[in-house]
């Protein structure tokens, strides 16, 4: 039997190129925290910083027959924080500026009827795609973006661990990505945060 906490770094990422899960539970015990405060340091917001600790776990896993940390694994981990952090603040800006010209075009109390139609027939598009989502999956995105939980109250209140709930928002993310295309997955994902 391997002794998983004994393994040096390279070794755990060459077990886990081969899809070994208990080399990715070595890593992410090992490196969850201090990526954690890193991630922390960065956004000042302790649900943000858990959110990219979790996407760059997820993405780890994802991509674990394909990764090459060049001998280097904590710098590796910390770029994929940093970058993260990055593609948030600019995920952040588009949408700051998306609702300030919601905001402009609320306060000219020019209402159109056609913009609420549209509305209202790209929110049907939604609900049905994510009606469609497998049934925990669906569940756990409803209860994160409908009911604006954090992923440690979802996992109480369903009784699972924050990793899967992570995994669920992850991977619902994701199909609808594909499913409604970039287009209306960028306006829904900014009406809805």
């Given at each position: ?49 858990k959110d990219i600790v979790h996407e760059v776990f997820a993405m780890l896993w994802a991509n674990h027959q394909n990764i090459n940390p060049s001998n ?122």
């Open positions: 039997m391997i002794n998983y906490n004994s393994l040096p770094d390279n070794d755990l990422v060459d077990l886990l190129r081969t899809g070994d899960g208990e080399a990715y539970k070595e890593l992410y015990q090992r490196y969850s925290v201090v990526l954690l405060n890193h991630a922390y340091n960065k956004t000042r917001d302790r649900e943000e910083a280097n694994l904590p710098g590796y981990l910390y770029s994929c924080v940093r970058n993260n952090f990055f593609n948030q603040v600019a995920r952040n800006l588009v949408k700051s500026k998306y609702m300030s010209s919601i905001k402009a075009f609320a306060e000219d109390g020019h209402v159109i009827t056609d913009h609420l139609v549209r509305e209202r027939q790209f929110s049907d598009i939604i609900n049905i795609e994510i009606a469609n989502l497998p049934a925990k999956m669906g569940e756990v995105f409803k209860l994160s973006r409908n009911e604006y939980l954090t992923h440690k109250e979802i996992a109480n209140k369903l009784n699972i661990s924050e990793q899967t709930v992570s995994k669920h928002i992850t991977n619902a993310l994701k199909i609808l990505r594909v499913r409604l295309g970039l287009f209306i997955y960028i306006i829904w994902l900014f009406h809805n945060k």
